[in-house]
Structure formats: C-alpha cells, structure tokens
C-alpha cells in the first residue's frame, strides 16, 4: 500500500489513535463478548495490475449462513497488489463506542504464504463508486483506478498468525472510530519494502472483519 505507516490527518468520524504508531493490541475471543457485532455487507476485490484495474470482484453481500474469502496480497517489489474493501452499511448510531476488529478463528481453509502478513487498515473518503444499469438498480463498482485518490487515513494494523499461533483464536483490535451510518474501508499487505506476501482468510459469522459496539 503507498502509505506505508505515513498518518494522515484524521477524518472527521475517526477517534484518536489508540498509540501513535497505530499498531493495534490484540486480545482473546472470551474476553470480548459484550455489544454487538456487525459484519461487512459486501468486500469488493480490486487489482493493481493493469490488466484489471478498472474491475472490482464484488464479493457479498454478506449471508448470514454464509461467507467469503478474505484476501490481499502483493508481490516482493510491491507490485500488483490486491486489495479488500470493506463496506459496512446501516450502522446504529448513539450506541457507541465502535470499534473496528478481526476476529481470527482457527479454519483449515486459512492460507498465507511470504514473510509479509502484515495488513494495513484505511478509511475511505466519501461513498464508495456506483453504477447505474439499465433496469434501473444501482449497484457499487470501487476499482484500483477509481480508489487511486479516495484513500484516507491509516486507521491500524495487524498481522496475521502464522506457525502455531494459526491455532489460536484471537481478535486484533484494530481502532475504534466515531460512527456513521456507512463505514468503508480499505485493506492492504504493508508496503514498506517487508517483502511478499498472500493470505486468504474465509469469513463466516463468527470470523473475520467486524465493527462491535455498545461495549
């Protein structure tokens, strides 16, 4: 990602850094039951290589009795990356505070290869792109090209387990923000030259990216 650990100034709907080098703490399922959880309504896959830059993978919306793979990667030189969107919609507002988390739930289908499992966090300016089609519905298309200058604020970071750790649950806390009704944001391996990397993670109900709040 271009960012790297650069923080840019907040977004109005971000709360303070929970340190400033925005490296987020991490603490056990069992210690994190209250509130509520909200999953993403929809990731949206996008591509650096030119090739595809201009196509987004929509991969939700997201189904209770369902899921989907979580997945970023990038290549040694920091090249072709492929990033996640994630779109959380209908938040409840006044019921704070919100707080952005990866639940890691051990699962056979986890994959992760390179020495880079190090995933940076964004928030996303604005609304996401959307395109009208003939019928009428509308329906959001974000891409490589048309993110390109849509990217905010580093909000965390985290790593993913690897070695023993992969049988472990945990959930990365990652930051928490004021709420809107609408939160994006965008995930990315870490581009400070920590070299390759490829994690493929399936979200379910119980797993995954969340926002959790009235805690």
């Known amino acids: ?26 603490q056990t399922l069992s210690s994190r039951v209250c509130g509520t959880v909200i999953p993403p309504s929809n990731y ?15 991969l939700g919306p997201f189904a209770p009795a369902g899921g989907f793979n979580f997945a970023v990667s990038q290549k040694s030189s920091n090249a072709n ?20 988390e990866f639940s890691f739930v051990p699962d056979p289908r986890y994959r992760v290869s390179g ?9 996303i300016y604005g609304d996401l792109p959307t395109l009208t089609s003939s019928d009428g519905s509308v329906s959001e298309v974000p891409t490589w090209r048309n993110q390109k200058g849509n990217i905010g604020p580093l909000i ?19 930051n928490s923000v004021t709420c809107r009704s ?3 944001l965008r995930l990315s391996i870490t ?24 805690c």
Not at 115 to 123: G, K, P, W
Not at 194 to 203: L, S
């Open 156 to 174: 965390g970071t985290f790593s993913f387990p690897t070695g023993a750790a992969v049988g472990q649950s945990r959930v990365f806390f990652i």
């Open 115 to 123: 020495s880079n499992t190090r995933v940076d966090v964004f928030a």
């Open 81 to 100: 990356e492929r990033d996640l969107i994630a779109s959380f919609k209908n938040i409840p507002c006044g019921r704070g505070p919100y707080n952005i």
């Open 1 to 26: 990602m271009y960012y790297s650990t650069l923080l840019i100034p907040l977004l109005p709907f971000l709360s303070p850094f929970v340190s400033a080098s925005a490296i987020p703490s991490t």
């Open 182 to 184: 609408t939160i994006n």
């Open 191 to 214: 581009n400070d030259n920590e070299g390759a990397g490829d994690i493929t993670y399936f979200h379910g109900t119980d797993a995954g990216l969340r926002v959790r709040y009235g």
């Open 44 to 58: 949206y896959q996008i591509y650096e290589e030119t090739t595809f830059e201009n196509q987004t993978s929509g």
